[in-house]
T-cell receptor, first 110, second 114 residues
Framework: GENVEQHPSTLSVQEGDSAVIKCTYSDSASNYFPWYKQELGKGPQLIIDIRSNVGEKKDQRIAVTLNKTAKHFSLHITETQPEDSAVYFCAASNNNDMRFGAGTRLTVKP | DTEVTQTPKHLVMGMTNKKSLKCEQHMGHRAMYWYKQKAKKPPELMFVYSYEKLSINESVPSRFSPECPNSSLLNLHLHALQPEDSALYLC?????????????FGAGTRLSVL
């Protein structure tokens, strides 16, 4: 089955700096890679996603890159703000079987 | 509207109780999911329903019994649970079209088993 590894487990940045979270996956059949943000007491919320036929996607301050050959994908957040503080999960999906990375706790210091 | 509604938000039950968790969506999604999330861990897939039929069961103990009465509702029946079953139980739903499986999550039910 699919195995998703995510690094780092914790990340602390100063407000305005960039944050990068990296994930690798094992199943070459995975074709869809979403990123979720989970705040305390809430369910995961989709923030950006990418399909396997696309190398990069950007949405305002958030971007995701995918290297299908190397089986890794990354989340980039620029100009971080305190409200970006949360746990971020990457995931890899094949049809409706989705597996999550272990999560990254991002803290943005004002 | 991308809302998935879960009830109750919190549940405390004894090991001999029988209770049910409920999940509802009105987005026309034909896939619905149950996940279990322990503290500081990622969600773990438990069950997947596609077109109201169970399509994935991740070897979950029989004390957890899912039910999908119609395309908008998903239940998780609980019986004879153990304290280690205490966790956040998340429901999600998605469309079954195309290769983009966007799953929308509810806020979860926080379950404590005493």
């Amino acid at each position: 089955g699919e195995n998703v590894e995510q690094h780092p487990s914790t990340l602390s940045v100063q407000e305005g700096d960039s944050a990068v979270i990296k994930c690798t996956y094992s199943d070459s059949a995975s074709n869809y890679f979403p990123w979720y943000k989970q705040e305390l007491g809430k369910g995961p919320q989709l923030i950006i996603d990418i399909r396997s036929n696309v190398g990069e996607k950007k949405d305002q301050r958030i971007a995701v890159t995918l290297n299908k050959t190397a089986k890794h994908f990354s989340l980039h957040i620029t100009e971080t703000q305190p409200e970006d503080s949360a746990v971020y999960f990457c995931a890899a999906s094949n049809n409706n079987d989705m597996r999550f990375g272990a999560g990254t706790r991002l803290t943005v210091k004002p | 509207d991308t809302e998935v509604t879960q009830t109750p938000k919190h549940l405390v039950m004894g090991m001999t109780n029988k209770k049910s968790l409920k999940c509802e969506q009105h987005m026309g999604h034909r896939a619905m999911y149950w996940y279990k999330q322990k503290a500081k861990k990622p969600p773990e897939l438990m069950f997947v329903y596609s077109y109201e039929k169970l399509s994935i069961n991740e070897s979950v103990p029989s004390r957890f019994s899912p039910e999908c009465p119609n395309s908008s509702l998903l239940n998780l029946h609980l019986h004879a649970l153990q304290p280690e079953d205490s966790a956040l139980y998340l429901c999600a739903s998605s469309q079954l079209r195309g290769d983009k499986n966007i799953q929308y999550f509810g806020a979860g039910t926080r379950l404590s088993v005493l």
